[in-house]
């Protein structure tokens, strides 16, 4: 029972992690990264589709990004796309290819990036203490009905809190890994 308590919280916390460190990959840096463009849609044959399911997206080099896509009439398409986003990029269509090159970051765009990844980290924390606060749940109902001794309680609980703290100090470091990232010229 309280080990596989322990193990979803631990689980569920672990995919919190796996979830920001997604979104990180998402954030713009002063690098050309095909990631940004995971969550990028395009209007493609009649409904919004993934970019990756429409071409190829390679990083030449490290301010350039090729986009190649497997149907040439989606050319258009996908570069709308890209000039529509919230990415602040734009894209030069050669008719065969999308190249979008990665322009140096401002001052102030890379403070508005880190205020964003922050918010993003803040988000996981959250998740990570709503997980804490439901494997307590679980471990004081396991309490009331008597399954558990009030010292096994306190001990699983003791043992939540471990994980939630070591979660919470894998987000801080995955927070500043990130700062280093985009503070980087």
Same mark, same amino acid.
């Given at each position: ?36 463009? $995971? &969550?990028? #849609?395009?209007? !493609?044959?009649?409904? +919004?589709?993934?970019?990756?399911? /429409? ?5 030449? *080099? ?8 497997? $149907? &040439?009439? #989606?050319?258009? !398409?996908?570069?709308? +796309?890209?000039?529509?986003?919230? /990415? ?5 269509? *050669? ?91």
């Amino acid at each position: 029972m309280i080990p596989d308590i322990l193990s979803n919280a631990k689980d569920h916390m672990d995919k919190t992690l796996k979830a920001l460190t997604t979104e990180f990959a998402g954030v713009r840096t002063g690098r050309a990264s095909g990631a940004i463009f $995971d &969550k990028l #849609t395009v209007d !493609a044959y009649g409904s +919004a589709m993934p970019l990756n399911q /429409l071409a190829n997206v390679k990083t030449p *080099d490290a301010q350039t990004i090729v986009i190649e896509p497997w $149907d &040439k009439s #989606t050319l258009g !398409a996908i570069e709308k +796309a890209i000039m529509a986003s919230d /990415l602040g990029l734009s894209a030069n269509n *050669d008719g065969v290819l999308i190249r979008v090159p990665f322009p140096p970051l401002t001052e102030e765009r890379r403070a508005e990036l880190f205020k964003l990844c922050k918010s993003y980290a803040e988000e996981a924390k959250i998740a990570t203490r709503n997980i804490r606060r439901d494997a307590n749940q679980k471990i004081d109902r396991l309490k009331s009905d008597k399954d558990i001794g009030e010292d096994e309680a306190f001990t699983a609980q003791d043992e939540v809190q471990k994980i939630t703290d070591t979660a919470v100090k894998k987000i801080d470091e995955a927070l500043t890994l990130k700062e280093k990232d985009i503070m980087e010229i």
